[in-house]
Every structure is written in structure tokens, then in C-alpha cells.
């Protein structure tokens, strides 16, 4: 049963930090989202890639956050400095557009606190 | 630009009734794609259904299926014969444009609740 991974899947640090997440898609999906989810803001595209390029990368606040796909296996999201504000579940999710569908298939999440 | 509208922040159904999310939508791109998504309180999301705006017939999953109306760019979820586990948030999402990237969009989701 293929499946997005997530590690870690909950993260707590101190203002200030580096923090790294990290997603494994499923393999053959050629792209990869990364989404922020807030009670405030609900759903957030951050980025997403196509063939491990960025496509689109507005949604992420460019001073301090950073993804990349270093290879077809793994995404990561980093942030540094992380900031209280940044305290919300990211997602990862991966998709193969295939006859016009483009579903995607997404991981556990990851719960990020900030302190 | 985009834009979801999910209306409805909390839905109460009875076990076993039928019941109807509600979601707008806004584009002026003439192919997109409408879906569905489940978060349980678990926390994942669990693709539900989807429908091309060049279908021509609503989609259908098991007991989902979409009320697609694509002059009034609505796009509402139908459950049938609601069950306990159907309680959940639920997300319409929308896809502009069908070629390069497949950005996506979600709406803030509505809260359903089956009552025994």
C-alpha cells in the first residue's frame, strides 16, 4: 500500500531553531506539494515541485523558509529561525497527473510547535 | 484569481440520512478540477472524489457523489446513507488549469457531524 511518508511527525522547539521536515512521496509521483494547515488560516499551499523543480513557491514566506527536492525519494521544508507563529501542521502530498486527474495523495502531517 | 467557498462551518446529519456539503467556486479558467478531501480527527486527508469541468457526468464514489453545476460554479458533495465514521471536516479543492503545474486550492472546510 504505497503511501506519503512524514518524518518527524511531531516537533517541538524553541523559538529561534532550525527545524527540518521531511517527505518521502510515493514512488513515481513526479510531484510534490508542501501545505501549512492553521485554525486561522486553514489550508495553505507553501510550494510544490514537478519533476523535483519548483513550480510555485509563493505561498512560503521566503526569509525564512526554504524546500527543495534533493533527489525523487525526498522533500524537504526547513525553516530557520522558526518563530512561534510558524506552530501548525505541515503537509506533504504527491501526485501523477494521469488522464486529467490530479489527485493527490497526502502524508500524516507533521505537528510543529514553536515555543 | 481562485477562489473556494465552503459556507457551511458545521453540518449535523442523523445516521443513515443523506446530507449536502455546499462549495462555490471562482474561475475564469475553462478547465479545472473540483475535489473532495476527508480529515478525520486523525489528521490525514483522504481524497474523496473528483470532477473535470469538462465531465459531463457528476461523479459518483460509492455513497459520494458531486452535484456539479458548472453555470452556478458549484460543486456540492452528496452522502448518502450517512454513516458514524462520515463525521469528519471536509475540504473542497479546486485545480486551475490543466497543463504544467497542478496548484490547488481549498476552501476552509465544513464540519460534519452523524448523530446515532
Known amino acids: 500500500d504505497a503511501r506519503v511518508t512524514q518524518t518527524p511527525r511531531h516537533k517541538v522547539t524553541e523559538m529561534g531553531q532550525e527545524v527540518t521536515m521531511r517527505c518521502q512521496p510515493i514512488l513515481g509521483h513526479n510531484t510534490v506539494f508542501w501545505y501549512r494547515q492553521t485554525m486561522m488560516q486553514g489550508l495553505e499551499l507553501l510550494a510544490y515541485?514537478?519533476?523535483?523543480?519548483?513550480?510555485?513557491d509563493s505561498g512560503m514566506p521566503k526569509d525564512r523558509f526554504s524546500a527543495e527536492m534533493p533527489d525523487a525519494t525526498l522533500a524537504t521544508l526547513k525553516i530557520q529561525p522558526s518563530e512561534p507563529r510558524d506552530s501548525a501542521v505541515y503537509f506533504c502530498a504527491s501526485g501523477l497527473p494521469l488522464a486529467g486527474v490530479y489527485e493527490q495523495y497526502f502524508g500524516p502531517g507533521t505537528r510543529l510547535t514553536v515555543t | 484569481a481562485q477562489k473556494i467557498t465552503q459556507t457551511q462551518p458545521g453540518m449535523f446529519v442523523q445516521e443513515k440520512e443523506a446530507v449536502t456539503l455546499d462549495c462555490t467556486y471562482d474561475?475564469?479558467?475553462?478547465?479545472?478540477?473540483l475535489f473532495w478531501y476527508k480529515q478525520p480527527s486523525s489528521g490525514e486527508m483522504i481524497f474523496l472524489i473528483y470532477q473535470g469541468s469538462y465531465d459531463q457526468q457528476n461523479a459518483t464514489e460509492g455513497r459520494y457523489s458531486l452535484n456539479f453545476q458548472k453555470a452556478r460554479k458549484s460543486a456540492n458533495l452528496v452522502i448518502s446513507a450517512s454513516q458514524l465514521g462520515d463525521s469528519a471536516m471536509y475540504f473542497c479543492?479546486?485545480?486551475?488549469?490543466?497543463?504544467?503545474?497542478?496548484?490547488?486550492?481549498f476552501g476552509a472546510g465544513t464540519r460534519l457531524f452523524v448523530k446515532a
Open positions: 479543492a479546486m485545480r486551475e488549469g490543466n497543463t504544467g503545474g497542478f496548484k490547488t486550492i
Open positions: 515541485f514537478r519533476n523535483r523543480a519548483p513550480l510555485d
Open positions: 474561475t475564469s479558467d475553462p478547465s479545472y478540477g
